[in-house]
């Protein structure tokens, strides 16, 4: 017996207004019988007897304007066709009704409600568009027909003052209501206001562990599932969103853009696992870095060494500490910061700044990394910043590049491009544990 999982790309949820949601505000495929008699007739290929099958729609499987009428039908006569034996599907409560309920008669059927919150004012914040008499009714009318309600409710939703009242009182709510009830970490999708909230600091994720540490107390509990990975979760900002970010100084420093990025690097990154070996790398002008004669010097030098697949390249910049995997994301290919508008004052704040991330960084990640190390000019901010931090971590760093040869090649225009600063790389990576 396996759970196989429908994700439905039909039409647009019929409300498609909750202020968290990105899902339902993407267009699906016309929502035809036959697109979706196509749809239903691929996965039910792999259907065996008594299977589970859950359909995610983003929206509501009982509204006919995204799944017609008879193509509901013919899915109904699919599965009862397969021998599968449990069906959960996704319905807010205004398309809950007897006749369409009765249609999926001698299925176990669950129908997921997204309730999110069991708070009439909060419902109305995030735009829900129901109240909790309406989730109520169609609980009744679920319960009445002898099938199943799933209740999902958000741990950390937005404008809720205390997390864990409003998440108390909504699971003792919703466990009056439902057969069983999921928790999910909201995390932030790109399209939604939600997401301004995070750039604007009035509302956040919860990492894995402060979820963790929130929904402790129910995770015994067999009516209740905890979700605290909805999807593969990194910053997407939206076309509309993103900004120029060309300039020096605080604004440019400490941009919400770069913040953010920050936060999720932070709290909720996690570096490759196979790579031991954290090596700091200077930015460079030209984006993505690996664009530029410096990054292909540097990357050209680690391809030599067979500790190659172990180095985990994180670049520094006035953005903040970049993993070479999202040097093509925005803000990271965005911006320019010229070092020759550099004031005293903003180089003593970017060594703050850059600092703190760094400590943070390696604070949340320590356990990954055997080394850190770093290629970096001896008098940049950033190596200052480097080193500050891991003195004050206790984190031995190595500067691969040495100190011999650069006070020999500092004075040329380009020094981390030079043979002997690439060849100080190779030579003391060949040491490196
Ligand atoms: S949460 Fe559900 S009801 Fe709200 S917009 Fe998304 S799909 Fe629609």
């Avoid at 997204?114 to 004012?121: F, H, K, N, W």
């Avoid at 605080?250 to 932070?266: G, I, K, N, R, S």
Wanted: proline share 5%; hydrophobic share 35%.
């Amino acid at each position: 017996m396996q759970e196989k999982v429908l994700v439905l790309k039909s039409g647009t949820c019929g409300w498609a207004k909750c202020c968290f949601c990105g899902y339902g505000r993407i267009p699906g495929k016309e929502p035809s019988y036959q697109n979706l008699k196509k749809d239903f007739d691929i996965f039910f290929r792999d259907v065996r007897k008594d299977d589970t099958v859950k359909v995610f729609g983003s929206g509501s499987f009982l509204d006919i304007k995204q799944v017609p009428a008879d193509a509901r039908k013919y899915f109904i006569e699919k599965f009862k066709g397969s021998g599968a034996q449990k069906l959960f599907i996704e319905s807010r409560p205004e398309y809950v009704n007897e006749a369409a309920l009765k249609e999926f008669s001698g299925i176990e059927l669950s129908v997921a409600i997204g309730l999110e919150v069991a708070d009439d004012a909060l419902l109305d914040k995030i735009n829900k568009g129901f109240h909790l008499k309406d989730y109520a009714e169609a609980e009744n009318t679920i319960h009445k027909c002898k099938m199943m309600v799933r209740t999902y409710l958000l741990v950390n939703p937005p404008y809720a003052k205390d997390i864990k009242k409003t998440l108390d009182k909504s699971v003792e709510y919703a466990l009056q209501h439902s057969d069983t009830i999921v928790l999910i970490n909201l995390l932030p999708h790109g399209n939604t206001p939600v997401f301004k909230m995070w750039l604007t600091g009035t509302w956040n994720f919860l990492s894995r562990e402060e979820f963790r540490n929130v929904t402790d107390r129910w995770k015994n509990e067999p009516r209740v599932e905890l979700d605290e990975e909805t999807f593969r979760f990194a910053p997407k900002f939206p076309e509309q969103a993103k900004e120029s970010l060309k300039g020096v100084g605080e604004a440019f420093l400490t941009h919400p853009h770069f913040e953010v990025w920050q936060d999720y690097l932070q709290r909720w990154y996690r570096p490759p696992e196979e790579k031991d070996l954290l090596l700091f790398l200077p930015c460079s002008y030209t984006k993505p870095y690996s664009h530029s004669a410096t990054h292909r010097g540097i990357i050209d030098t680690l391809r030599k060494t067979e500790k190659y697949q172990r180095i985990h390249q994180v670049m520094l910049s006035n953005t903040g500490v970049v993993p070479r995997e999202y040097e093509d994301s925005y803000p990271f290919n965005a911006y320019d910061w010229d070092e020759k508008l550099e004031t005293e004052e903003i180089k003593k704040r970017y060594i703050e700044v850059t600092k703190r991330r760094i400590k943070k960084y390696l604070t949340s990640h320590k356990d990954n990394y055997k080394t850190t190390a770093c290629f970096l000019k001896y008098s940049s901010e950033s190596y200052q910043a480097l080193e500050d931090a891991c003195n004050e971590l206790g984190i031995p760093l190595e500067n691969l590049l040495s100190k011999e040869t650069y006070e020999k090649i500092k004075n040329d225009g380009k020094p981390l491009q030079t043979e002997a600063a690439l060849s100080d790389l190779y030579e003391n990576l060949k040491k490196e544990r």
